[in-house]
Each structure stands twice: as structure tokens, then as C-alpha cells.
């Protein structure tokens, strides 16, 4: 059915012309290939050959960059298969039955960059089938049956940056030398969905920030570790990716047993005994670093030994080597120290220091956290000398004026004459009314004025001017109101008493 396709395209094409005799060659179907294997579509440096259910990779395969034989039958890959492609960049070996690799199975694959060898039934990887692979990036490992990785599996893998492992039945991994893996470069291992149990805390506490961030370790049987935990957690807090977007997918065993598995970052019981004092964190705290934009910065990898190799990686993830940055604002120099002549803001991040020699014991890191802040605008010098003679100026002024203006300039100060109240007819009717009170007999204080009595005379209305004159009787008698003496110089008065009220006439 695949060639009848062309074929009759090909006859349209003839009928569609047959009125004039002639076809139109650019109207014709693409030649195919020379060398492009039977059943398989070569599309310009695109070979793919999938689903066709072959036991064996074709045997003349054309020069091309992209290979695709996923979705097949293979069970072996012979040495040496690979030499007609020199071209090479991308090898799709995917949903296949490989089970072995085997030695110069890739000796001829020098400029391979990506590799899959994805949903196979591999179980082992020994320690030179992977040679030949120098410029590889991208390896694909997941979904298989690995239960064992060589202790240097992955040495002639120099410039790996993304390495899948998940799904796999990995019992154990190497932290400390990453089974020949050069830190450096690497940005992705996943290692999820395996049967990882204890792991090396101080080994993963070591791993440069940058990788910590794509270390994939979710849906695996781990301890319930104290150091872990707190190593976990400090990851969670700092919102490396790994761990925050898969917290809920972090598990660990409580007990020996599978069916004890609890959830890292919810089941905070298990952990109520593990404290801060008594476990100390492995992690080697970042230093801390704080510049402005425009200032030179230099940077120093500051190792417990003598190194004989420095790299760095800036915050962007880009590995610096010498001369510097592509940008050409970083420049590494020949002690291993970084310089910033002008700090931009893009440079504020985590710089890692890795470090190698043989007195280290393994791949030193050190990270340094650099805070780029704007420079606050200087304030105005203030002047003393000025604010003072200005002050004394003003206090001058000021006694001059005190001593010399008028207090009230332009206006006459008269003093306002008082003239006499008239009385309200309240204080009249109060005044002509008098009114006797006598001083109860109960009350020890006032027993020496039983018999004083008030009187208020109705002033006089040429000579007292309303005022009330008031007379005070020592003898006055209360059962005898007739006899009340008065001063001189009223008319009337009315006395009230406690038996009665009499009004007299004067004569």
C-alpha cells in the first residue's frame, strides 16, 4: 500500500496532462531516496523507521542526523553498525526489546548529542557501554529494568547535562562520583519511581545548587532519616524545583516493612524527635554577598585544599570558561577567581565554585549568593556653619523688634469706662425680701448664734443705689417680732420668722 500511494499519485498527474501531451515536472511526486530502506520514510536528514516491527536495524541505512527505530522488535545492536553515520545527532531506540548493549556498540557515534534508549529491558549497565559517546547531552534510560550501574558507567559521557533513570529497579546510587558523571555540566538526573532505600545524606548535601534543583528522588522506599528530612525540607523551603513541584510524591518507610511508607512533608509525627541541636545539618551554608550596580566584584573559591581545577557555573546555568562569559561582563582568571569589573543586576544570584584535586576527597562546592542592590541617592550635606548664623540673624531681628517697635502701632488704647450695673428685677424683688433663718439647736457648731438673726432692709431709693444693708439684732426675740430695731434710713422692712411674717411701717 505504501508504494501503490505514489504510484497513484503519479497517474492523476499523467491523466490530468494527457489533453496536452506534456506533464509539468513540478507537479511530480518527490523522487525518493537512493539507499532509503524499504518501508521506512527518509524526509530530508530525517530517517524513520518506526512501527515496522524489525528484529534488526536495516542493513544500508543513508546518511542522515536523525534516526528513528523506536516502536520495533530490536533485541541486539552489532558493533560497529552506526560507521555509515557519521552525521549523526539524534538516535531514537526506544519501546524496543534491547536487553544488552555491549562493547563499540556507539564507537562510531562520536557527535551523537541525544540517545534513547527508553521502555527496553536493559538490566545492567557496564562500564564501557557507553564509549564512543563523547559529545552526547541527553541520555534516556528510563522504563527499563536496571538494577545495577557500574562504578563508572557514565565516565566517557564527559558533557551529559540530562540523564532519566526513573522507573527503573535501582536498589543504590553513588552521590559522591555520580558513576563517572562530571557535576560541571549536569543539570538533570532522575532517579524517581526506583527502589532507593538508604542514600549518602553528605554526598547529596554536596551536589552543586544547580543540580540539587534537577534532582528527581520522589516514589522511592527511603528511610525515614532524620538528616534526610531535614535536608528535604530545607530543599523544600528553598523552592528547589525537584522537590516542591513532587512534594506530595516523597515518601519514606517508618518501619521495615512496605506497607509503613508515610509522606515526607505531611506526616510531621514521624519526625517529632529530630531536632536542629541534636542532628547537624550537613549542608553547607551559602555565603552571603551584597553589592551594588556599578561596583567590581571578585570572587575567590575558597577550598579546604589546594585545587587543581576551578570551574564555575553563574546564576543562568552557564558553565564559565576562560575568558569569561559570553557576554563578556564575567571574567575567569588564572588563579581560578572571578572578577566583575561593573555589577549589572542580571549577575544577582548563586555562583558555584566546583573544585577538583587529589588532596580533596572528592568534588568540592562552594556556592555564593550575590544580592546586586541600586545605590540610594546620596542626601544633601547639611550645613551648620550656615544654619547657625542664620538662627543668630533671626534672634536679632527679633529683640530688635521687642526693643524698638510699638507694641500697638497706628491705634489709640483707650481704657473703657465702667459704668455701674442697674440691678435685674430679680435682684430688686431678692433685695426687698429678707429672710430669717435660725440655726438648728442639733448642730454643736453654731450653738453661739441661736439667737442672731438676718434681716435684709429694702435699700433706700436716693442713697444706698439698690445696695442692701443688712442689720444683725443680738437681743432679737423670736416669740416678740414687734419689737425689731432697725438702722437708720429705711422706711419698711419685712422680716420673716419661723412662727410667721410681719410687715412693719417705720414711722
Known sequence: MARLAPLGALLCVLRAGSGSGTVDPEILPPRVPRHCPPRCICAADVLSCTGLGLGDPPSALPSTTDLDLSHNALRRLRPGWLSPLPRLRALRLGHNRLDALGRHVFSNASGLTLLDLSSNALRALRRHDLDGLGALERLLLFNNCLVHLDARSFHGLPVLRHLYLGANQLASFSFDHLHGLGAKHLRTLDLSSNQLGPVS???LAALPTFLKNGLYLHDN??????????LLRRWHQRGLGAVRDFARQYTCLAFPVPASQVRFFEHSRVFENCSMASVPHPEQPEEQLDTQVGRSLRLYCNTSAPAVHVDWVSPQNELLVAPGSRDGTIVLLADGSLAIDKVQERHAGVFVCLATGPRLHHNQTLEYNVSVHFPRPKPEA???????????AVGLVLVLLYLFAPPCRGCRCRRRRRWPRTPSPLQELSAQSSILSTTPPDVPSRKASVHKHVVFLEPGRRGLNGRVQLAVAEDFDLCNTVALPFKAGSETASSTGSEGLMMTQSA
Open 201 to 203: 545524606v553528605p554526598g
Open 221 to 230: 522506599p527511603l528511610p525515614c532519616d532524620c538528616r534526610l528530612y531535614h
Open 382 to 392: 547639611f550645613n551648620t556653619g550656615f544654619t547657625t548664623l542664620l538662627g543668630c
